[in-house]
């Protein structure tokens, strides 16, 4: 069963962000996204947006590790390493961990399948992110 954003987020589902994409979008299809490079792609531009809000406000990190740990005790164990990473680099630091979150490495990649960084972007943020993001951009800078 796949959560929506805000279950994800322990919170209940209201509201337009609530929506799947193509509901949300008129212009959204299947096409879209075709392949899981551009899944990726999306994924980690997004992530780089995500790493720069919280590098202008360090205190949205707290949020993230809220989540980390309301996600340890919830999800099913093909996760938990995942979120053991996570953790780790949460650890290490804010510069430790949103360098990690924003590499373009294949562990990174895998990482950011399980990211707790939900809920940094206000819905605004991120449906204006998701209209405007398109497979072609470039996404080799930082």
């Not at 590790?65 to 996600?71: F, V």
Request: proline share 5%; charged share 20%; aromatic share 8%.
């Amino acid at each position: 069963m796949y959560l929506t954003r805000n279950q994800a987020m322990g919170q209940p589902i209201r509201g337009f962000e609530s929506l799947p994409l193509r509901q949300r979008n008129p212009n959204f299809s299947e096409a879209t996204l075709r392949t899981h490079q551009e899944v990726d792609a999306r994924s980690l531009a997004l992530h780089r947006l995500v790493a720069e809000k919280i590098r202008h406000n360090p205190d949205l990190l707290q949020h993230v590790k809220k989540t980390l740990t309301r996600w340890q005790s919830q999800v099913d164990g093909a996760s938990q390493p995942y979120l053991v990473q996570w953790e780790a680099l949460l650890n290490q630091g804010t510069d430790v961990c949103l360098k990690a979150c924003v590499e373009n490495t294949q562990t990174a990649t895998a990482l950011r399948q399980s990211s707790p960084f939900c809920g940094v972007l206000t819905a605004k943020e991120r449906f204006q992110f998701l209209k405007t993001w398109r497979p072609s951009h470039d996404t080799s800078g930082a």
